[in-house]
């Protein structure tokens, strides 16, 4: 009885079941409304995608062989050293100063090439560094939200290999 009392009162102040089922309704679909304008609005500014040879860039750059050039004539110093240690090591009969030759020059020459390939590390890393500002900062003037290696995408997104090459030493 009670329970019947309280709905006849909720009737009374004009809050009928069918009255709360059409404003359940229209909140719905206002609410489903508002959602869809948003999808709408959000799917009409497709993404640009760019996508970059990083191995063209790579070998197209001045810094990257003048690297490979200097990175030579180190290998050339560091292989003269080798020989003149072997002929200076092949010239001494006693065992003794053989030893201290060869230990001698194994420490000079691992520590030739520790150097050499810190250096080249080093120049490489920022080379790879002015590579990426230089993708970076043109991407961004050319308004693209993404840029991928080119060797990773299969299908899609504008080359702009020849676009960023252009700016890079």
Not at 27 to 39: E, K, R
Not at 50 to 67: G, P
Not at 128 to 150: F, G, H, M
């Given at each position: 009885?009670?329970?019947?009392?309280?709905?006849?009162?909720?009737?009374?102040?004009?809050?009928?079941?069918?009255?709360?089922?059409?404003?359940?309704?229209?909140?719905?679909?206002?609410?489903?409304?508002?959602?869809?304008?948003?999808?709408?609005?959000?799917?009409?500014?497709?993404?640009?995608?760019?996508?970059?040879?990083?191995?063209?860039?790579?070998?197209n750059s001045s810094q990257v062989k003048q690297?490979?050039?200097?990175?030579?004539?180190?290998?050339?110093?560091?292989?003269?050293?080798?020989?003149?240690?072997?002929?200076?090591?092949?010239?001494?009969?006693?065992?003794?100063?053989?030893?201290?030759?060869?230990?001698?020059?194994?420490?000079?020459?691992?520590?030739?090439?520790?150097?050499?390939?810190?250096?080249?590390?080093?120049?490489?890393?920022?080379?790879?560094?002015?590579?990426?500002?230089?993708?970076?900062?043109?991407?961004?003037?050319?308004?693209?939200?993404?840029?991928?290696?080119?060797?990773?995408?299969?299908?899609?997104g504008e080359d702009i290999t020849d676009v960023?090459?252009?700016?890079?030493?």
């Amino acid at each position: 009885m009670r329970f019947r009392a309280n709905i006849l009162a909720g009737q009374k102040k004009g809050f009928t079941m069918t009255k709360k089922i059409s404003f359940l309704f229209i909140c719905l679909m206002a609410f489903a409304l508002g959602y869809s304008i948003n999808n709408i609005a959000i799917s009409d500014t497709a993404p640009k995608i760019a996508v970059v040879d990083v191995q063209t860039l790579i070998q197209n750059s001045s810094q990257v062989k003048q690297l490979k050039a200097d990175q030579e004539k180190k290998i050339v110093e560091m292989q003269n050293t080798i020989k003149k240690a072997q002929d200076e090591i092949s010239k001494e009969k006693d065992p003794a100063k053989v030893a201290a030759l060869e230990e001698k020059y194994r420490s000079q020459i691992n520590a030739q090439k520790v150097a050499l390939d810190k250096e080249y590390n080093d120049k490489l890393t920022k080379i790879d560094t002015e590579i990426r500002a230089n993708v970076i900062e043109k991407a961004k003037s050319l308004n693209y939200c993404l840029v991928l290696p080119k060797s990773m995408v299969l299908y899609g997104g504008e080359d702009i290999t020849d676009v960023i090459a252009k700016g890079i030493k």
